[in-house]
């Protein structure tokens, strides 16, 4: 089974604001190693805490927060940013 990949709205906002060589580099990544993918869990790391359920992609200094949704198959990219700020 392939996953769909939806963007909510905050991530929408998100890579309109980075500047567009990033915002590229990110959709590029986007579209090769998660839309489509068979096991989006291989290329990401599994968050714990206070977004625990939650998984994160890293894409040079960016990451990329996405909820997998496995009764859907389906991954919600929830945002993205730098990692100094990501997590705050």
């Given at each position: 089974?392939?996953?769909?990949?939806?963007?909510?709205?905050t991530?929408?906002?998100?890579?309109?604001?980075?500047?567009?060589?990033t915002?590229?580099i990110?959709?590029?990544?986007?579209?090769?190693?998660?839309?489509?993918?068979?096991?989006?869990?291989?290329?990401?790391?599994?968050?714990t805490?206070?977004?625990?359920?939650?998984?994160?992609?890293?894409?040079?200094d960016y990451?990329?927060?996405?909820?997998?949704?496995?009764?859907?198959?389906?991954i919600?990219?929830?945002?993205?940013?730098?990692?100094?700020?990501?997590?705050?």
């Amino acid at each position: 089974m392939k996953y769909d990949v939806e963007y909510s709205k905050t991530a929408m906002d998100t890579i309109k604001k980075i500047d567009s060589s990033t915002s590229k580099i990110i959709r590029n990544w986007i579209e090769k190693n998660l839309i489509n993918t068979e096991n989006p869990r291989i290329k990401g790391k599994a968050l714990t805490g206070d977004l625990k359920g939650l998984w994160h992609y890293r894409v040079g200094d960016y990451r990329i927060l996405t909820d997998i949704q496995g009764n859907k198959i389906g991954i919600l990219i929830l945002d993205m940013g730098h990692r100094s700020k990501i997590y705050l």
